[in-house]
T-cell receptor
Framework: QQQVKQSPQSLIVQKGGISIINCAYE??????FPWYQQFPGKGPALLIA?????SEKKEGRFTISFNKSAKQFSLHIMDSQPGDSATYFC?????????FGSGTKLNVKP | NAGVTQTPKFQVLKTGQSMTLQCAQD?????MSWYRQDPGMGLRLIHY???????DQGEVPNGYNVSRSTTEDFPLRLLSAAPSQTSVYFC???????????FGAGSRLTVL
C-alpha cells in the first residue's frame, strides 16, 4: 500500500492565488518530510522540508504546515506564479529511505 | 561536479530483451536508489543501497536486479523486459544523514 497519500492529483490556480497540496502518512517512524518540485523532462528537486518536531516552516512564498497528531502535512504556495507550474511530490523518509506521494500537477494561469 | 548521471536518456526494447540502466554519482554519497515514475503513481522505490556491497528491495522490486560494487555506480538491470516496465526511471543519491535526495535527469524506457 502507498506509504504517503497526496491530494489533489491536479490543481489550477490563478496568478497571485494560494496553492495548497495535502499529504498524509501512517508510519510514525518517518522523521523527515520533504517536498520536491519537478519540471517536465527534469528530475525532481528539493523545494522545502520539515522535521516532525516543528509545526511550520516557511521559505519565501513556500510554507509547510505539519500536524503530527493527525499525521498530515501540506504545502502552501503564496502568490502563485506561472513559473510555479510544475508537478509537486511530498515525501516521507526514515534512515534515508524515501517514500513519495503520487504527485500534484499545478497549473498557475496568468 | 556532475551530480547524478543517468544513461541512456531514452531506450526502446522489445518484450523479453534485457538491458542495464546506468547510474553514477560523483558526490561520494553512501545511499543510492532507483525509482520509477508512472502517471498517477508518483515515484515508487525499486531498489536501494546504503553502501558498496549492500542492496535491498524497495516497494516494486520484481523484474529488476541491482548491484553496488563501488560507491559511485548503481546500475539497474532488467533481465527480461515486459510492457509493464515502460516508465521513466530515476536514480537518486544522498549522503548518509544529509536527507537531501539528489536525482538524475531520468531515463525513459519503452517496452514494446
Amino acid at each position: 500500500q502507498q506509504q504517503v497519500k497526496q491530494s489533489p492529483q491536479s490543481l489550477i490556480v490563478q496568478k497571485g492565488g494560494i496553492s495548497i497540496i495535502n499529504c498524509a502518512y501512517e508510519n510514525t517512524a518517518f522523521d523527515y518530510f520533504p517536498w520536491y518540485q519537478q519540471f517536465p523532462g527534469k528530475g525532481p528537486a528539493l523545494l522545502i522540508a520539515i522535521r516532525p518536531d516543528v509545526s511550520e516552516k516557511k521559505e519565501g512564498r513556500f510554507t509547510i504546515s505539519f500536524n503530527k497528531s493527525a499525521k498530515q502535512f501540506s504545502l502552501h504556495i503564496m502568490d502563485s506564479q506561472p513559473g510555479d507550474s510544475a508537478t509537486y511530490f511530498c515525501a516521507a523518509s526514515n534512515f534515508n529511505k524515501f517514500y513519495f506521494g503520487s504527485g500534484t500537477k499545478l497549473n498557475v494561469k496568468p | 561536479n556532475a551530480g547524478v548521471t543517468q544513461t541512456p536518456k531514452f531506450q526502446v526494447l522489445k518484450t523479453g530483451q534485457s538491458m542495464t540502466l546506468q547510474c553514477a554519482q560523483d558526490m561520494n554519497h553512501e545511499y543510492m536508489s532507483w525509482y520509477r515514475q508512472d502517471p498517477g503513481m508518483g515515484l515508487r522505490l525499486i531498489h536501494y543501497s546504503v553502501g558498496a556491497g549492500i542492496t535491498d528491495q524497495g516497494e516494486v522490486p520484481n523484474g529488476y536486479n541491482v548491484s553496488r560494487s563501488t560507491t559511485e555506480d548503481f546500475p539497474l538491470r532488467l533481465l527480461s523486459a515486459a510492457p509493464s516496465q515502460t516508465s521513466v526511471y530515476f536514480c537518486a543519491s544522498v549522503a548518509s544523514g544529509a536527507n537531501v535526495l539528489t536525482f538524475g535527469a531520468g531515463s525513459r524506457l519503452t517496452v514494446l
